[in-house]
């Protein structure tokens, strides 16, 4: 198993999931924006807030370093699709990236890989750059079916995608049992991981698969996030609790090693 250099950015994304009403977004958004300038220029920052608070915290983003992603989208244009929003909608509110794939996403509400991969076409088609979130669950990684269950998840949702698409998308690992549960992959096996989906990515892709940022999620805090950044194709992290404070959530951005 190859690995790559990191890519000439790192990124440190926070996922706010189903926290923050609008005062408390744009709160936690300016504590992180008022942190900036004592975080690398090598790091490129985004948080994913709920749809409520999205066109708030862009407009206060804009400007700014701190990008502003959604946390879900659908891939049709429009429809009668009563409680989803479309990509148009999404860059309407000032949105660049989008989360397709997240574990609770698949788990909770139903998202199997072949709507995951509409979903990742057209995020691109409609100019969003979007977060393909892959990974296994405790299950399937005690069965040894880690590598068995990226290369599903990858090859299904990636589908007929070339190169030229590669430069506008991210790719998180997230182990499942990591999610939410204070465990945290060592960083033995989140390299592992990461060598495993870079190699996946190189023989679709050729050398164009350098240039695509691989992050890591799972129970990221101040505490273990300069250790996983240290390791090769890790090239950010997708942080969920830890970014619900401004001063964890600058503490991983400050962390990055050099």
């Not at 009403?21 to 008022?34: E, K």
């Not at 794939?101 to 698949?106: D, F, L, P, T, V």
């Not at 005690?142 to 590669?166: H, K, M, N, Y």
């Amino acid at each position: 198993m190859g690995t790559t250099k990191p890519t000439a950015r790192r990124v440190i994304a926070g996922n706010w999931k189903m926290y923050k009403t609008r005062p408390g977004a744009l709160a936690l958004v300016d504590t992180i924006l008022a942190g900036l300038p004592g975080v690398a220029a090598e790091a490129s920052l985004l948080v994913f807030p709920p749809f409520p608070s999205l066109a708030a915290v862009a407009e206060r983003c804009r400007g700014t370093r701190l990008e502003v992603g959604a946390q879900n989208f659908h891939p049709a244009t429009e429809g009668a699709f009563t409680g989803e929003v479309s990509g148009a909608m999404l860059l309407e509110a000032g949105a660049t990236h989008v989360l397709v794939g997240h574990s609770e996403r698949r788990k909770l509400f139903g998202e199997g890989d072949e709507f995951l991969a509409r979903k990742l076409t057209s995020a691109l088609g409609q100019g969003l750059k979007p977060v393909f979130c892959v990974g296994e669950t405790l299950e399937e990684r005690d069965a040894d079916r880690t590598g068995d269950v990226i290369r599903r998840q990858v090859e299904r949702g990636l589908g007929e995608l070339g190169a030229a698409e590669s430069n506008r998308l991210l790719i998180a690992y997230e182990p499942v049992w990591a999610i939410g549960t204070g465990r945290t992959a060592t960083p033995a096996q989140a390299r592992e991981a990461h060598g495993f989906l870079r190699d996946l990515l190189r023989s679709r892709w050729g050398e164009a698969a350098a240039a695509v940022p691989l992050l890591y999620g799972g129970s990221v805090k101040p505490e273990n996030a300069a250790e996983l950044l240290a390791q090769p194709d890790i090239d950010g992290v997708l942080v969920g609790g830890a970014s619900l404070e401004g001063p964890s959530f600058l503490g991983i951005a400050r962390g990055i090693p050099g």
